[in-house]
């Protein structure tokens, strides 16, 4: 129970699942707070109950297919057996194979070659800050056209900031049609070497600047790339804005998923009030690793004050052990109950659900379905 004396809202993860309004739903929060394991639970649970689901990861540690029964995943869906009336496939985001396949759509085939051929975009393609997360849009804007599923799970990029899944497909739209790129391209839109020579007479101090900055021949391997990619600049700052659009719809549910960790609670509150200015469909939260005790009737004072007087007669020490061993666990369970208090204080409306900390790794089916109950099942009261 929090400060206010209210009990948080109870998430309902069947009901969100088993509504056929739901299309879309996003695992959002900072990393390591579990995001890809509660992805594919909820993936699982969705598609046992009759679902057809398809769960997109971008966790390059491929968790989500060693637990899956898999060796592993790549850029194409990849059927999961599973039990039940619905389907299961998964897949992992290759941003570079995904941006290729945009280059290979929106291009005819010559002007594709040059382009999949050029040094710049070989590194932008592949390295450029924010090109994951504009990738990972694009990818759920390409599974949602193909109405192949009718739920989708997507586990947002891992980050230091959550926020940037949001930011960086806008960010990329503007660099990609923004004025940089569209002076980098004059030269060629002159033509040949005479153009050159124009954008000298013209920005003879910008590139030269650019050329100490960047070198000559990457200045020149940005130019020829911009030069052949210049049609399709629009093409990317649209798609962002639809699938940032869909994003919006009530069809989408974002589930924001953090630790009971200062950290990471402070950024799930973040998100929360972001998702509100954006007016983006919050479900709930989702607090992964909580710590309980079977034995919670004993206090961790009372465990404490009984291993004492043990160890003072000098009477069984494993039992003694043993009641330090929960005296400490019923410690850090009230340290994060306080932690998750200060979350429900300032966002009383949003729906919890816990999800308990495990012994050992989710490796398999049989874990995920496990988690999935516990997301279904939890009582916020625990958690807060």
């Known amino acids: 129970m929090s400060p206010t004396g209210k009990t948080p809202p109870r998430l309902d993860v069947d009901a969100?699942?088993?509504?056929?309004?739901?299309?879309i739903i996003v695992c959002c929060g900072s990393g390591g707070v579990g995001k890809t394991t509660t992805a594919a639970a909820l993936g699982l649970r969705a598609a046992e109950r009759g679902r057809d689901v398809v769960v997109l990861t971008v966790d390059p540690a491929r968790r989500l297919a060693q637990s899956m029964g898999l060796s592993e995943l790549d850029n194409n869906p990849r059927r999961i057996d599973i039990d039940g009336d619905g389907e299961l496939h998964a897949m992992m985001l290759d941003m570079k194979r995904t941006f290729d396949e945009i280059v290979e759509a929106h291009a005819d085939p010559d002007r594709a070659k040059q382009i999949l051929a050029n040094p710049f975009y070989q590194s932008l393609s592949s390295s450029l800050s924010g090109t994951q997360?504009?990738?990972?849009?694009?990818?759920l804007g390409q599974l949602h056209r193909s109405?192949?599923?009718?739920?989708?799970?997507?586990?947002?990029?891992?980050?230091?900031?959550?926020?940037?899944f949001l930011d960086a497909p806008a960010r990329m739209g503007r660099l990609l049609d923004g004025r940089f790129m569209k002076i980098l391209a004059a030269p060629a839109k002159t033509g040949g070497r005479f153009g050159v020579k124009v954008l000298s007479a013209g920005f003879g101090m910008f590139t030269g600047v650019l050329n100490k900055v960047l070198g000559?021949?990457?200045?020149?391997?940005?130019?020829?790339?911009?030069?052949?990619f210049d049609t399709m600049f629009g093409g990317f700052r649209e798609r962002?804005?639809?699938?940032?659009?869909?994003?919006?719809?009530?069809?989408?549910?974002?589930?924001?998923?953090?630790?009971?960790?200062?950290d990471a609670l402070r950024e799930a509150s973040y998100f929360v009030e972001r998702l509100a200015e954006e007016r983006m469909p919050l479900a709930g939260l989702v607090v992964n690793r909580v710590h309980r005790s079977a034995a919670d009737g004993l206090s961790a004072a009372r465990s404490l004050a009984a291993a004492e007087t043990l160890e003072e007669r000098g009477d069984h020490p494993l039992t003694a052990a043993l009641l330090r061993l929960h005296a400490d666990r019923m410690q850090l369970a009230a340290r994060q109950e306080r932690l998750c208090e200060h979350f429900t204080s300032?966002?009383?409306?949003?729906?919890?659900?816990?999800v308990p900390a495990y012994a050992e790794d989710v490796c398999d089916l049989d874990g995920l379905r496990l988690i999935g109950r516990d997301l279904a099942a939890a009582d916020p009261a625990t958690a807060a």
Request: glycine share 2%.
């Open 16 to 23: 969100l699942l088993d509504d056929p309004r739901t299309k």
């Open 216 to 228: 000559m021949q990457l200045l020149r391997d940005v130019q020829t790339f911009v030069a052949a």
């Open 240 to 262: 962002a804005e639809k699938t940032f659009r869909l994003l919006q719809t009530p069809g989408t549910a974002f589930l924001v998923v953090a630790a009971p960790e200062p």
């Open 346 to 354: 300032a966002h009383p409306t949003v729906p919890v659900t816990t």
């Open 133 to 139: 997360e504009y990738m990972a849009m694009e990818k």
């Open 147 to 164: 109405g192949a599923w009718d739920l989708i799970v997507v586990d947002t990029p891992p980050s230091r900031n959550a926020l940037d």
